[in-house]
T-cell receptor, first 113, second 119 residues
Framework: AQTVTQSQPEMSVQEAETVTLSCTYD???????LFWYKQPPSRQMILVIR??????QNATENRFSVNFQKAAKSFSLKISDSQLGDAAMYFC??????????FGTGTSLTVIP | GAVVSQHPSRVICKSGTSVKIECRSL??????MFWYRQFPKQSLMLMAT?????????EQGVEKDKFLINHASLTLSTLTVTSAHPEDSSFYIC???????????????FGPGTRLLVL
């Protein structure tokens, strides 16, 4: 079974600073995808960034980047120049080749003005 | 872009009644959809995979007879909570992957969720 672990239930960051959210996962599959999703109070899941396991290069999307360490099964999210709108619940997710998602327990991010 | 809708967004029902939640892909066809539930301040837990034209597959520990799933068409999946009880109160979210096109990245879209409260 796939398990996704987020060891930081809560994190805070000063506006304009950088924060890193941690995620580890366990799998026996070789073909999979990893994601970070953001869930604001509206509860709508918003895709932040994705990483294909077969790609060695770390994904980046504007202020968001990941540090993907396949051997260590680690997938952390770095948010640079944090903005007030970044405050939300962040979920790390593992997606199987058959499209099922398995989510971590989430990290609540607070951005301090 | 592709959108997935859910109806209703909120529902309150009496204990013992059944509630149907719809999940629609608005501008793409989805042969597969997924249902999740999320308790307050917790993660999304995959409940089942809805397959168009065939039976749904359920995750371990999810009662098939309790949570009936019907994938009636390529754009609609329904989740029926039968004989609902207060412990079924939760936030239910569906998702659907878009078809993989040449040179494109497959994307999965999540619905806005349905909040169920069973009294």
């Amino acid at each position: 079974a796939q398990t996704v672990t987020q060891s930081q239930p809560e994190m805070s960051v000063q506006e304009a600073e950088t924060v890193t959210l941690s995620c580890t996962y366990d799998t026996s599959e070789s073909d999979y995808y990893l994601f970070w999703y953001k869930q604001p109070p509206s509860r709508q899941m918003i895709l932040v960034i994705r990483q294909e396991a077969y790609k060695q290069q770390n994904a980046t999307e504007n202020r968001f980047s990941v540090n993907f360490q396949k051997a260590a099964k680690s997938f952390s999210l770095k948010i640079s120049d944090s903005q007030l709108g970044d405050a939300a619940m962040y979920f790390c997710a593992y997606r199987r080749s058959s499209n099922q998602f398995y989510f971590g327990t989430g990290t609540s991010l607070t951005v301090i003005p | 872009g592709a959108v997935v809708s859910q109806h209703p967004s909120r529902v309150i029902c009496k204990s013992g009644t059944s509630v149907k939640i719809e999940c629609r892909s608005l501008d793409f066809q989805a042969t597969t959809m997924f249902w999740y539930r999320q308790f307050p301040k917790q993660s999304l837990m995959l409940m089942a995979t809805s397959n168009e034209g065939s039976k749904a597959t359920y995750e371990q520990g999810v009662e098939k007879d309790k949570f009936l799933i019907n994938h009636a068409s390529l754009t609609l999946s329904t989740l029926t909570v039968t004989s609902a009880h207060p412990e079924d109160s939760s936030f239910y979210i569906c998702s659907a992957p878009t078809p993989l096109l040449a040179g494109d990245q497959e994307t999965q879209y999540f619905g806005p969720g349905t909040r169920l409260l069973v009294l």
